[in-house]
């Protein structure tokens, strides 16, 4: 559920991004070169942007991949403890 509305969010970015570059095109009263180049710095900005956000995302889906994996060695552990118990009781009793 997380990831849909992170994916929603950068989507939207993108699309807002889009629509200013294209609205500053149309209304810009610069030269063709001046107008093609601060699109292309905003483009790079952008860019920039969602690779950032998408490396702040993998790092967070990392710890908590890193989290999961601990805590099912330790329930793991547990079980097999749980048995290893089980199986020394029945042993002394039998």
Request: proline share 1%; charged share 30%; hydrophobic share 40%.
């Amino acid at each position: 559920m997380e990831n849909s509305n992170n994916t929603k969010v950068i989507g939207a970015l993108v699309l807002g991004a889009l629509v200013g570059a294209a609205l500053g095109v149309l209304f810009a009263p610069d030269k063709g070169s001046v107008t093609r180049s601060k699109l292309a710095g905003g483009a790079k900005d952008l860019t920039e942007d969602l690779k950032k956000k998408i490396y702040d995302e993998i790092a967070a889906l990392r710890t908590k991949a890193e989290e999961l994996e601990k805590l099912t060695v330790e329930k793991v552990n547990e079980g097999l403890n749980n048995i290893k118990q089980k199986t020394g009781d029945l042993k002394h009793s039998g």
